[in-house]
């Protein structure tokens, strides 16, 4: 069964320093989204991606974050200058269409910045 | 703006009893409604949806949810609790006003007592 997978599952990282969590959405998937879910938090919306251009953002997406989509296959989100309060779980998820669909969750990065 | 509210951080059976997990949404267009399981250090996954069609939605292992419009509620049921159903539990709404984006509820934990 197809999966969206992520990488790396942790990062460890010195605040200041830019990190980039990768995605390898759903092989026929167009819609890719980003969430995180600080620790003990609900899961937040970050941005959603579409015909290679970002459809939607949310204010936690601010200057520091971007994303993009290199090579057909893969679906990241850079982080610029980390600080203290990016350490959350990241997670990548993808659909084939909008509205109904099922949005395909990978299993996660967990960011910690310290 | 739509939102997802989940009564109840922690829910508490025993193996064999009623699973009852309450979600309640606020949406100005008719709704598609989700809910997610979140395993312990794993992503989420999708256990069901609702997207206008049976109000009575099955699925997997077991969960179903009812759609009422009157009460604004998609609460997630299962007749007989399984030590294997103990995880986080998402209900989402998505926002069919933008890019579909899920706003999440704050999830509620599943225990189930031996």
């Known amino acids: 069964e197809p999966e969206v997978t992520q990488t790396p599952s942790h990062q460890v990282t010195q605040m200041g320093q830019e990190v980039i969590l990768r995605c390898v959405p759903i092989?026929?998937?167009?819609?890719f989204y980003w969430y995180r879910q600080i620790l003990g938090q609900k899961v937040e919306f970050l941005v959603s991606f579409y015909n290679n251009e970002i459809s939607e953002k949310s204010e936690i997406f601010d200057d520091q974050f971007s994303v993009e989509r290199p090579d057909g296959s893969n679906f990241t989100l850079k982080i610029r200058s980390t600080k203290l309060e990016d350490s959350a779980m990241y997670f990548c998820?993808?659909?084939?269409?909008?509205?109904?669909?099922?949005?395909?969750f990978g299993p996660g990065t967990r960011l910690l910045v310290l | 703006a739509q939102s997802v509210t989940q009564l109840g951080s922690h829910v508490s059976v025993s193996e064999g009893a009623l699973v009852l997990l309450r979600c309640n949404y606020s949406?100005?267009?008719?709704?598609?409604l989700f809910w997610y399981v979140q395993y312990p250090n794993q992503g989420l996954q999708l256990l069901l949806k609702y997207t206008s069609a049976a109000t009575l939605v099955k699925g997997i292992n077991g969960f179903e949810a009812e759609f009422k419009k009157s009460e604004t509620s998609f609460h997630l049921t299962k007749p007989s609790a399984h030590m294997s159903d103990a995880a986080e539990y998402f209900c989402a709404v998505s926002d069919r006003r933008s890019s579909y984006k899920l706003i999440f509820g704050s999830g509620t934990r599943l225990l189930v007592r031996p």
């Open positions: 998820a993808s659909s084939s269409q909008q509205g109904g669909e099922t949005q395909y």
């Open positions: 092989s026929n998937h167009l819609y």
């Open positions: 949406s100005s267009v008719p709704p598609y």
